[in-house]
């Protein structure tokens, strides 16, 4: 059954691009960087190839970071609370056809968390170096310019 909603997931995702192709939308979501001992966790969805952070798209009224505490829970099973989340950068950046407009969130981690993934949406996660996820070749422009604002280099380019 949960190959079933991969590929669902897959095809929509594709169908979803098309259609920001076509009307170039405005999105207003999330992401959330959540951090341990130095490292960040990455996700891997169904129907990306390259890592990301959880996150997502704002319900109509929702608060960003009630957002970020629904995308964590819905992604990774990690329930926590608004207090818990630090405010980190609001981005305005055009990637995937469409204009994004994101709230980043920080979440800092004394101890490894039990991630529950649903094997449907988000089918991998673990925690990396924050450089790692600089030499995926399609990470989202947001959270490389967060990191590199943090100072993590970008790996040099060979040519």
């Not at 990301?52 to 099973?77: I, K, M, N, Q, Y």
Request: one cysteine or more.
């Amino acid at each position: 059954m949960d190959g079933c909603w991969r590929a669902v997931y897959r095809i929509g995702f594709r169908l979803a691009r098309l259609w920001w192709w076509l009307l170039n939308p405005d999105h207003h979501g999330v992401l959330i960087a959540i951090w341990l001992d130095g490292r960040i966790l990455a996700i891997r969805q169904s129907y990306r190839s390259d890592p990301t952070w959880p996150g997502g798209g704002l319900h109509r009224g929702e608060d960003p970071r009630e957002a970020a505490c629904r995308e964590l829970a819905e992604e990774v099973g990690l329930v926590v609370g608004p207090d818990e989340l630090i405010p980190a950068r609001r981005m305005i950046i055009d990637w995937d056809f469409r204009r994004d407009h994101v709230s980043v969130f920080e979440l800092h981690l004394k101890a490894p968390p039990l991630l529950m993934l649903d094997n449907r949406e988000v089918v991998g996660a673990q925690f990396v170096e924050p450089r790692a996820l600089l030499t995926a070749s399609r990470v989202s422009p947001i959270i490389r310019a967060h990191l590199e604002a943090l100072g993590y280099a970008s790996p040099p380019t060979t040519v």
